[in-house]
């Protein structure tokens, strides 16, 4: 494989991309997957409020995942960002009593809504908080969020919303942020004050293992640093959009009729 500096690897791999997003970015592609749930909500304000549920929750099994986040959901209403707005913490209480997803227990799932609330109070929408710490830096930008989010909840850190600086390569903040900053056919976007060239790669174990193979990972785990190092490559390939393959690649492995084995095939046959 021709390493990925070299300018026609780049060129080739851009088709290779282009490719797959072609034929893979599609809405038909998505479920079953967490994203589903903000097609529902035309409204950015309830949005960002069921991107953020959503995305906190998107860890275990995914049948497990959809199940939690309806519950949720269920419990704010079709006017989600106007409930919580009015609504205390017993309120979620009452609601979501006995609720548990993996790790997170009722307590934290209210302490979540409850903070999402005050930060609504506060500045008036999520992307309004998240754009007052952001300065170009968007590790930085989404170390301040979840600072200043947890400070609204009361609390030094949360599970549903890690932080940069413990090397944690925030997947699923990053995950909510290019459903709310990019728009096309499979993320909704919402969010106008950021760019999507600005966006990091939600890394998990799968885009991972995959990008390693394909040349675009030399980091040994799945952290921040190896979420950088693969945001770097991207941008090398596509620089005003390098979280725009995202969907399209995570599909290899996920959907039954789609095989990581496959993706490495085509790859090494069209380079």
């Given at each position: 494989?021709?390493?990925?500096?070299?300018?026609?690897?780049?060129?080739?791999?851009?088709?290779?991309?282009?490719?797959?997003?072609?034929?893979?970015?599609r809405?038909?592609?998505?479920?079953?997957?967490?994203?589903?749930?903000?097609?529902?909500?035309?409204?950015?304000?309830?949005?960002?409020?069921?991107?953020?549920?959503?995305?906190?929750?998107?860890?275990?099994?995914?049948?497990?995942?959809?199940?939690?986040?309806?519950?949720v959901?269920?419990?704010?209403?079709?006017?989600?960002?106007?409930?919580?707005?009015?609504?205390?913490?017993?309120?979620?209480?009452?609601?979501?009593?006995?609720?548990?997803?993996?790790?997170?227990?009722?307590?934290?799932?209210?302490?979540?809504?409850?903070?999402?609330?005050?930060?609504?109070?506060?500045?008036?929408?999520?992307?309004?908080?998240?754009?007052?710490?952001?300065?170009?830096?968007?590790?930085?930008?989404?170390?301040?969020f979840a600072?200043?989010?947890?400070?609204?909840?009361?609390?030094?850190?949360?599970?549903?919303?890690?932080?940069?600086?413990?090397?944690?390569a925030?997947?699923?903040?990053?995950?909510?942020?290019?459903?709310?900053?990019?728009?096309?056919?499979?993320?909704?976007?919402?969010?106008?004050?950021?760019?999507?060239?600005?966006?990091?790669?939600?890394?998990?174990?799968?885009?991972?293992?995959?990008?390693?193979?394909?040349?675009?990972?030399?980091?040994?785990?799945?952290?921040?640093?190896?979420?950088?190092?693969?945001?770097?490559?991207?941008?090398?390939?596509?620089?005003?959009?390098?979280?725009?393959?995202?969907?399209?690649l995570?599909?290899?492995?996920?959907?039954?009729?789609?095989?990581?084995?496959?993706?490495?095939?085509?790859?090494?046959?069209?380079?």
């Amino acid at each position: 494989m021709k390493p990925l500096e070299e300018s026609p690897a780049r060129i080739a791999s851009r088709e290779i991309f282009e490719k797959i997003y072609d034929d893979y970015n599609r809405r038909i592609y998505v479920s079953p997957d967490p994203l589903q749930f903000l097609y529902d909500y035309e409204e950015t304000a309830d949005r960002e409020v069921v991107g953020l549920i959503a995305s906190g929750l998107a860890y275990g099994r995914v049948a497990q995942i959809l199940k939690s986040v309806k519950r949720v959901l269920d419990a704010l209403g079709p006017r989600p960002a106007e409930y919580l707005r009015n609504s205390a913490r017993r309120d979620h209480e009452e609601k979501l009593g006995g609720f548990v997803h993996r790790f997170t227990d009722c307590g934290e799932m209210c302490g979540f809504l409850t903070a999402i609330g005050e930060a609504l109070r506060r500045c008036g929408s999520l992307e309004e908080l998240f754009i007052s710490g952001y300065n170009g830096d968007m590790s930085a930008a989404m170390e301040n969020f979840a600072d200043t989010f947890n400070r609204c909840a009361g609390r030094d850190n949360m599970f549903l919303l890690p932080r940069p600086s413990k090397g944690s390569a925030c997947k699923r903040m990053a995950l909510f942020l290019r459903w709310m900053v990019r728009r096309d056919d499979v993320d909704p976007g919402g969010w106008r004050g950021i760019s999507p060239a600005e966006l990091l790669i939600p890394l998990d174990t799968h885009m991972f293992n995959i990008t390693t193979t394909l040349g675009l990972c030399r980091s040994k785990s799945a952290n921040g640093k190896a979420a950088a190092e693969i945001t770097e490559n991207f941008k090398e390939i596509c620089p005003e959009d390098p979280v725009k393959y995202d969907f399209a690649l995570t599909r290899y492995g996920i959907r039954e009729e789609m095989t990581v084995e496959e993706l490495f095939a085509k790859w090494h046959l069209e380079r």
